[in-house]
């Protein structure tokens, strides 16, 4: 079968590529997708999260290879398989991220992606509860809600234990500033999920020259002999087939299965291609490389007050969380257990802030179980985790196999810098300062752990080691730049010297974003998405 244009990925990117080249009815467009429909109701649900956390059937479940600098530990990184991708599965903050990061971007070699230049495409993505603004959008697709006002007695304690260390307090992270202590906005629509999968990629499948394959697994792309890319080849249901597009093949799969798929095609560096037995089609060896990530610990404390941890551990709690979500879309499962946080600079030195903060009033942990959800400790409990928000180390995805099937190897090499392990230490020691302040005093009845025997650097720098997890934002691994051999795509996000072939999801940052990095996902789909038309009028 033969489109204009053929997505590979139905993800937070995908959805809203599909749709948005769809949208004029000009262009017949296919969009390919591993995973099944996300059609569950833990999908739509906030708090239902936890029970993709672990679950095959809609998640990856990828891990690293062993950290050498996290004591060998491989580290869990759940990437979504299903329609909505991770956009399905993630905890919903919606963060953009620090004007310098996009600026950095720009002034990498890269016009127009400068903060000035994609504040209008994250303003035409969103719809904000609180309306227009010179900063917000009330028109688009994905709705943000502040949680603000409905948060936990003892999320208002943070916030005034922030402010007792004179932190500057933030009523919109996603404003003029990013730095400061504040409650974050969720992508929630009536305490619902609001993703790119519900918002843009539903409706838009109403149109006929939209479809969509389901549960086809890409296994590589198909290139003429003058190194065009022309389709997609996929597994689907046991039979192998073949996807031809007259445009443009847009790979939307992320910063782990997009270099996977461009490996797997033979296009990489060649010589890492061929010990694999894979024909080079073109030497690009930046594919797969420049991997960048959060990655985050937390610090647990037992509380002289209820948290949400009885509640959440009680049946008749959970019934009252679940009744509240039925009749009026509120209550803790209508939000993020990330309920407030922010952004924070590690030491007076510092020129920005470096390191973002959750504030969770629920210390919990996620068994390793797909029917397991949140189990909450065994006692009142809070819990505040950090990451440094712009580390330094960089890490690769490469093909394990010339087989699809095969999960790709990821070393993220955390870890890596004496910059990396400076904000360890930085971050440990805020939390330890939020956590003694007057503000908090009738909360903290102890550290649970890192615990006070923590109590120099190198037991808090090994306690990080030994408990720090990624935070789900891999990205940078075809990086957008001017030189091929130290990028993947230009800045029109056409891949180098391969005609027909695009990137439009994170793996394109050259550089990680502050924050969590789902809304500047999707902010590079918007803008990719429209460059794409453009060039295609002009064609």
Same mark, same amino acid.
């Given at each position: ?7 590979? $990925? ?19 467009? @296919? ?53 909505? $991708? ?37 303003? *035409? ?43 500057? &307090? ?51 792309? &198909? ?36 270099? *996977? ?15 694999? $037995? ?115 180390? *960089? ?19 955390? &870890? ?10 930085? !971050? ?11 503000? @908090? ?27 720090? $997890?990624?935070?789900?934002? @891999? ?5 957008? !730049? ?17 005609? !027909? ?26 803008? !990719? ?11």
């Amino acid at each position: 079968m033969i489109f204009d244009f053929i997505v590979v $990925g139905a993800g937070s990117a995908g959805c809203i590529v599909a749709s948005r080249l769809s949208e004029s009815g000009r262009h017949t467009v @296919l969009l390919i997708e591993a995973g099944g429909e996300d059609k569950s109701f833990w999908f739509k649900i906030p708090v239902g999260y936890a029970k993709s956390y672990y679950n095959p059937k809609v998640n990856w479940m990828y891990r690293t290879e062993p950290e050498p600098n996290l004591g060998g530990r491989r580290i869990y990184a759940p990437r979504g398989k299903v329609q909505g $991708g991770s956009g399905s599965i993630n905890a919903m903050v919606f963060v953009r991220g620090a004007r310098q990061d996009f600026d950095d971007w720009r002034d990498a070699g890269n016009p127009s992606w400068g903060f000035d230049d994609v504040l209008p495409y994250f303003r *035409k993505l969103e719809t904000h509860a609180r309306g227009e603004s010179h900063w917000h959008g009330a028109e688009g697709p994905i709705h943000v809600t502040p949680m603000r006002g409905s948060t936990h007695p003892v999320s208002d304690a943070f916030l005034a234990a922030c402010d007792e260390l004179q932190v500057p &307090l933030n009523e919109d992270f996603n404003g003029a500033t990013l730095e400061g202590a504040g409650v974050y906005d969720v992508n929630t629509r009536r305490g619902q999920r609001s993703h790119s999968s519900a918002e843009y990629l539903r409706p838009a499948l109403k149109r006929p020259n939209l479809s969509i394959e389901r549960e086809a697994h890409a296994r590589r792309l &198909l290139v003429e002999a003058n190194g065009r890319v022309s389709g997609v080849e996929v597994m689907q249901h046991g039979r192998l087939m073949t996807f031809s597009a007259r445009r443009e093949v847009i790979l939307t799969a992320g910063a782990v299965d997009t270099p *996977k798929l461009m490996q797997l095609s033979g296009f990489g560096d060649g010589s890492v291609l061929l010990k694999h $037995g894979i024909s080079p089609q073109k030497h690009l060896p930046a594919i797969g490389q420049n991997l960048q990530d959060h990655l985050c610990a937390s610090f647990y404390y037992r509380s002289k007050q209820p948290t949400l941890n009885g509640d959440f551990a009680s049946l008749i709690g959970q019934a009252r969380f679940g009744l509240m979500w039925l009749l009026k879309r509120s209550g803790p499962f209508a939000m993020s257990v990330n309920q407030a946080g922010g952004f924070f600079r590690g030491s007076p030195d510092e020129a920005r802030a470096n390191i973002q903060v959750y504030f969770n009033p629920l210390s919990y942990r996620i068994p390793d179980n797909p029917r397991a959800g949140l189990t909450p400790e065994p006692y009142p409990g809070f819990l505040i985790a950090f990451n440094a928000c712009r580390p330094t180390s *960089k890490g690769t995805i490469s093909i394990a196999s010339p087989e699809a099937s095969d999960a790709p190897l990821i070393r993220p090499n955390y &870890l890596s810098t004496e910059r990396d392990i400076e904000e360890v230490l930085q !971050g440990s020691r805020l939390m330890r300062r939020i956590a003694a302040t007057h503000a @908090l005093a009738g909360w903290v009845e102890d550290e649970v752990s890192p615990s006070k025997a923590a109590d120099t650097d190198e037991k808090l720098l090994d306690y990080f080691r030994q408990n720090s $997890g990624s935070i789900y934002h @891999l990205c940078g691994t075809c990086a957008m !730049g001017t030189d091929p051999d130290s990028s993947v795509v230009d800045a029109r996000l056409r891949v180098h010297s391969v005609p !027909g072939l695009r990137i439009v999801d994170a793996s394109v940052f050259p550089n990680i974003t502050a924050g969590n990095i789902n809304a500047p996902t999707m902010m590079v789909a918007e803008k !990719g998405a429209a460059m794409i038309l453009e060039d295609a009028v002009s064609a």
